[in-house]
């Protein structure tokens, strides 16, 4: 399995921080990952603080990391 770009892969998940300008940028960029994690009905363990979103990945339900999580990866890293 391939980790995407920006990914690091730690204690069967992989993890990436985005910098953006300002909080509500941030913000903005959260929302948007959530319809796509919605959408696949696989949802990010994350957090936020100003303009800092930390988000990991993992398959919970498999006990670690699974081509769910590079697959969302992917579709994040094209939202950034």
Do not use: Y
């Not at 980790?3 to 910098?19: A, C, L, M, V």
């Not at 994350?46 to 999580?69: C, F, Q, Y």
Request: proline letters at 2%; hydrophobic letters at 40%.
């Amino acid at each position: 399995m391939t980790i995407p770009d920006g990914w690091t892969e730690r204690d069967g998940g992989i993890e990436r921080r985005f910098k953006l300008r300002n909080f509500s940028e941030a913000w903005a960029f959260m929302s948007r990952v959530a319809l796509l994690a919605e959408a696949a009905n696989h949802h990010p363990d994350w957090s936020n603080s100003w303009n800092r979103v930390d988000i990991r990945l993992t398959s919970h339900d498999a006990g670690g990391l699974t081509e769910r999580d590079t697959a969302l990866a992917l579709r994040i890293n094209e939202l950034a």
